[in-house]
Each structure stands twice: as C-alpha cells, then as structure tokens.
C-alpha cells in the first residue's frame, strides 16, 4: 500500500529564514497532496494542497512543490514567523478519500 | 469550509466503560472519517463512517470495540468500548465534501483511569 515519508521530525529556523519539509510517497497513483498545520492543542488545518497536474502551487508565503517523476512533494515556508511554529503533516491521496499521512515535522521558529 | 463539532471536547473515564462521541456537520457531506491521535503522533484512520451502511474499518481496528454509526449525511458517533488506559487519545473526525479535501473536527481528548 501507499506510504508516506516525511523528513526532518524537526526544523529549527530563525524568525525571517526559509523553511522546507519534504515528503516522499510511494504509490505513484496518489494525484491529491494536502498540506496540514496542528499548533498544540488544536485541530489539524488544512493551508495548501496540490494536484497531480500541477507542479507548484502558491499562496502567500507557502508555497508547494510536486515532482511526480521523484514522487516527492514539499512545503516552503518563506519569511517565517513566530506564528508559523506548529506541526506539519503532509498526506497523499489516490482519489479514493483516504489519506496516507506522513508521520509530521515540528517546526520551530527561534526569535 | 464546513462547520464541524464534536461532543465531549474532553472526558475522564473508568476501564471498562464506554464513550461515545458525537460529530455534527452543519451541511451535507459524502464521507465522514474517524481518527486517533496520540500525544505527538501522526494521524491513524481507524474508520470510514458510510451514511447508511456498516463503516469500513482499517487493519487493526473492529467493530465490537469501535462501532460507529451514521445515520444521515450530517452526523456519525464513534463509540470506543470497554475502554482501557491504551484508549487515552485524541479522536478527531474529519468530512470531506467530494473535493478529496478534509476538515477535522475539533477533537475529543479521552483519558481512561
């Protein structure tokens, strides 16, 4: 079955520097790439997601990337913020509505 | 994005008792999922919730411990029976509107004594 890898566990950044999480996926039939943010205690939120047909998608300051060819896909945080400490998880889906999600990266940003 | 909520947000309860969690949906939705989380752990899909028929329950997870129910388009419980310490977790479900985009609920935070 599909399995998602997603590295580091952990992303240290300075308040301002770029951060990236990068995944990798297995089954190369998954076409749907959602990316979710969790702050303690709190739900997990979607903040972007990209399709199969597409190679990159941007909104703001977060942007993702997907090469299908590796099968790899990843999140880019630019200009990071206090706010932007959290849990990330992305996830893979085959058009079946079942999500494959990796195991998450925590994000800290340093002031 | 739908409104979701989830009853109870919290509870403690004794071994071998039952917990059954609500998740109301303001609008129409195909599918419903249950999830577990624990403590700094990634998401784990233990059912899909199907509007009318049995829920499809993932490897490692069955019904006699987790039934569920989902009688219309807009509500499921997810019932975690007999309950031991190795159930303290967070229950999310999550709808998804036929965009293969889910949104969770806001979670329920079990801890079994």
């Known amino acids: 079955g599909e399995n998602v890898e997603q590295h580091p566990s952990t992303l240290s950044v300075q308040e301002g520097d770029s951060a990236v999480i990068k995944c990798t996926y297995s089954?190369?039939?998954?076409?749907?790439f959602p990316w979710y943010k969790q702050e303690l205690g709190k739900r997990p939120q979607l903040i972007i997601d990209?399709?199969?047909n597409v190679g990159e998608k941007k909104d703001q300051r977060i942007a993702v990337t997907l090469n299908k060819t590796a099968k790899h896909f990843s999140l880019h945080i630019t200009e990071t913020q206090p706010e932007d400490s959290a849990v990330y998880f992305c996830a893979a889906s085959k058009s079946n509505y079942q999500l494959i999600w990796g195991a998450g990266t925590k994000l800290i940003i340093k002031p | 994005s739908a409104v979701i909520s989830q009853k109870p947000s919290r509870d403690i309860c004794q071994r071998g008792t039952s917990l059954t969690i609500q998740c109301q949906v303001d609008s129409q939705v195909t599918m419903m999922f249950w999830y577990r989380q624990q403590p700094g752990q990634s998401l784990t899909l233990i059912a899909t919730?199907?509007?009318?028929?049995?829920?499809?329950?993932e490897s490692g997870f069955v019904i006699d411990k987790f039934p569920i129910s989902r009688p219309n388009l807009t509500f499921s419980t997810l019932t975690v029976s007999n309950m031991s310490p190795e159930d303290s977790s967070i229950y999310l479900c999550?709808?998804?509107?036929?965009?293969?985009?889910?949104?969770f609920g806001p979670g329920t935070r079990l801890l079994v004594l």
């Open positions: 089954d190369s039939a998954s076409n749907y």
């Open positions: 919730a199907n509007q009318g028929s049995e829920a499809t329950y």
């Open positions: 999550s709808v998804d509107q036929l965009q293969e985009t889910q949104y």
């Open positions: 990209i399709r199969s």
